[in-house]
């Protein structure tokens, strides 16, 4: 399903988000594509077009999440609410360590897992941009 998302309230979620995508925190300016405001929750599933329910992410991010507004912890098996940005605070599900997002929470893992935050693909994306200084780390390090 297609909604219109006005020009003011797409700029409202790029410049809350400072340009990095709300769920893996890619800068836009480095990435290939220009990232999307996601519905946090799916029109499907009642969400509004609102800057209450949008969130700037990558088109990887997009991708893999979908509609989806809950997924396993691979840990526990159990069903959990992905990780949610106007809801929760990024540094209390997860760890940005050089290459990896580690998760902290059942959240944290069933979003990180269904995002595929550490493919090869994207460590390697990330440890290219941290050597080529296109990116600085704003999380805690380890």
Known sequence: MSVYISK??????????GGCCEYCLIPETAAFSTFEADH??????????????LALSCSICNKYKGSDIASIDPETGEIVKLYHP??????DHFIL???HIVPL???GRATARL???NTLN?????ELLVNA?????PIILK
């Open 8 to 17: 003011e309230l797409r700029r409202l979620v790029h410049g809350r988000a």
């Open 105 to 107: 929470t059942p959240s």
């Open 133 to 137: 200084c296109l990116i600085e780390l």
């Open 40 to 53: 946090i929750i799916g029109l499907k599933h009642g969400g509004a077009t609102n800057a209450d329910n």
């Open 97 to 99: 360590t050089r290459t």
């Open 86 to 91: 106007r809801i929760n605070q990024w540094n």
């Open 115 to 117: 995002l595929q935050f």
């Open 122 to 126: 994207r460590i390697r994306e990330r």
